[in-house]
């Protein structure tokens, strides 16, 4: 089974691979109970994350989602990187494609599958639903300093 390289550590950040993004097929993501899903990759671990979850799927042609999901508190950003499909959450079904953005609540029931005819690639991101408040945005949180951008001396 292919697995993700660590590329570099720091005491704030964690920097990994998964490899060629048109690899991303050999990855397998095992379940328990002998349910395995091929293609898929989650990142949050190998990347020390503590807010969210990542995960890489490719889809080949006519291929789709295993199985029907929802979540309890998570809610999930899916960036289609490549290739076409249908996306389905509760009754609607709808049309996607490379650079196609959703956003899921947690209660949404949610699938997709692969209608081209080439691979389609998904990138998914999942994190607390509500865990945003109307003033806690990138720019009031980010704070921007002096520090020269890129120094002499970096390693």
Avoid: W
């Amino acid at each position: 089974m292919k697995e993700i390289k660590t590329l570099r550590e720091g005491s704030n950040f964690t920097a990994v691979t998964v490899g060629k993004l048109d690899k991303v097929s050999e990855y397998s993501l095992p379940l328990g109970e002998g349910v395995v899903i091929n293609g898929k990759v989650f990142t949050g671990g190998a990347l020390k994350s503590t807010g969210m979850e990542m995960s890489l799927q490719t889809f080949a042609p006519g291929e789709g989602s295993a199985f029907v999901h929802a979540h309890k508190e998570h809610e999930e950003l899916y960036m289609v990187i490549s290739g076409e499909g249908e996306f389905r959450v509760d009754d609607a079904l709808f049309e996607v494609g490379e650079g196609s953005l959703v956003r899921v609540a947690p209660a949404g029931k949610r699938a997709l599958r692969n209608t081209g005819n080439g691979p389609m690639l998904v990138m998914c991101i999942q994190y607390k639903a509500n865990s945003f408040g109307s003033e806690d945005t990138p720019a009031a949180d980010g704070i921007i300093l002096e520090d020269e951008v890129f120094p002499d001396g970096l390693k």
